[in-house]
């Protein structure tokens, strides 16, 4: 993100919800109607916040940051990289006011089924994952399409020097210079791999015959 940032291919602001509160006390938080334990943000410092960003016309989508979202994954990583500008919204406590979703949110992601404090290392989770998808970001030449879920399929094992760690060796087909032997050892651990620790993800990935007949040997070891 610091790459990102320094080479201008993303400028990421902070604006502070407090810096919107009123009064003496500049609270941000209230007590729950209806009773409860916890706190919930209040609407107005959040919106006039909102208000205060200028927005880039049209190309401008507003993220709130909650575990009641949907699932922020590499797809959806894809398709936030294309706007010009994200507003992300971190709320602390036990969440928004209601009325800032209905009024002021575009869409609701969760970064996972775990529950933290707020919404700024969701936030900075979302930022990450999507400036490393804007063109020129990568440090090398390599592609996107080329990594991790770029097809929906986790990665390959890696190897590089020495050849005996541990006692464990380098397999030796990666040292045989057969690059076509080599990729389909490598689309075969891939396929292996997702099978046996995400059989979920084999659903969405992008499957050619060759991997569909990988696979159905995969299956017939079992
Ligand atoms: N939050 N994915 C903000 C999360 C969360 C998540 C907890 C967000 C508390 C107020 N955000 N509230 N998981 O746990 O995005």
Known sequence: MGRAVNRRIVDVRLVNIRDFARGARKTT???PYG???????KPGPVFRALKSVDRVN?????VLLSPQGTTF??????????????ILVCGRYEGVDERIRLTSIDRELSIGDYILSGGELAAMVVIEAISRLRPGVLGGERS??????????????????????????????LLSGDHEKIR??????SLKRTLERRPDLLQKARLSTEDKAILGTLQEDI
């Open 35 to 41: 009773g409860g334990d916890g706190m919930v943000m």
């Open 73 to 86: 994954d590499q797809a959806t990583a894809w398709e936030l990289s294309r706007w010009d500008q994200l």
């Open 29 to 31: 938080d209230d007590r």
């Open 144 to 173: 996107n399409l080329e990594d991790s879920f770029g097809d929906g399929l986790l990665e390959y094992p890696q190897y590089t020097r020495p050849k005996v760690f541990q006692g464990k060796e380098v397999p030796s087909v």
């Open 184 to 189: 389909l050892w490598r689309r075969k651990e």
């Open 58 to 62: 049209g190309l401008s989508n507003v």
